[in-house]
């Protein structure tokens, strides 16, 4: 079975702060991790994939196995970072989901 | 490139009814899965489709089906509609592998009154 935790429904931080959103996962083989973003009234999109280990909008994540995490970091949160995020993983062709988390970002 | 096309955009349905919804994969992908979210939760997997097969199905009862056409598109069909089948029903594609992840339509809103 194949599980993703995101522990916080809602994170508000202020503009230039750090951002970090928690993720953690459950699965027996070597899964494929990913974060997805979901802007106010536009479909899911792609954040940003493990293997590729590249920073998008500012966005890092490290795949962590001994602690099974996988946590997204910004330095500096924009206003624009604003959106539902969503950690994903591919174990066995299947894209599963955690719960989401709620970031907003005031100025 | 036009991505996933998902329709329609939004439909009601009578408790009871039927529904199909529709879903061409982008370019190039040929693999569709499809997914239901219910307000304020992340995507659940219904199932997904590969070579006109179903290949992966997540915990959704029977009336949930679907299908593949030889160019790769998918319905998604759902029978004796429930209340609680209200939520925005999300297609999306891949190639074969994994390693590159899903791209997502739009969605179908779909309200069941």
């Known amino acids: 079975a194949q599980r993703v935790t995101q522990p916080e429904k809602l994170l508000s931080v202020f503009k230039g702060a750090p951002v970090e959103l928690k993720c953690n996962y459950s699965y027996s083989g070597s899964p494929e991790l990913f974060w997805y973003v979901q802007y106010s009234r536009q479909r899911l999109q792609l954040l940003l994939r493990?293997?590729s280990r590249e920073s998008i909008k500012g966005f890092t994540a490290d795949l962590n196995k001994g602690e099974t995490s996988f946590h997204l970091k910004k330095p500096f949160a924009q206003e624009e970072d604003s959106a539902m995020y969503y950690c994903?993983?591919?174990?066995?062709?299947?894209?599963?989901f955690g719960a989401g988390t709620t970031v907003t970002v005031r100025a | 490139d036009a991505g996933v096309t998902q329709s329609p955009t939004h439909l009601i349905k009578t408790r009871g009814q039927q529904v199909t919804l529709r879903c061409s994969p982008k370019s190039g992908h040929d693999t569709v899965s499809w997914y239901q979210q219910a307000l304020g939760q992340g995507p659940q997997f219904i199932f997904q489709?590969?070579?006109?097969?179903?290949?992966q199905r997540g915990n959704f009862p029977d009336r949930f089906s679907g299908h593949q056409f030889p160019n790769y598109s998918s319905e998604l069909n759902v029978n004796a509609l429930l209340l609680g089948d209200s939520a925005l029903y999300l297609c999306?594609?891949?190639?074969?592998?994994?390693?590159?992840?899903?791209?997502f339509g739009s969605g179908t809103r779909l309200t069941v009154v």
């Open positions: 489709y590969y070579e006109e097969e179903e290949r």
């Open positions: 994903a993983l591919i174990g066995d062709y299947k894209l599963s």
């Open positions: 493990h293997i």
């Open positions: 999306a594609s891949s190639f074969q592998g994994r390693r590159h992840g899903y791209t």
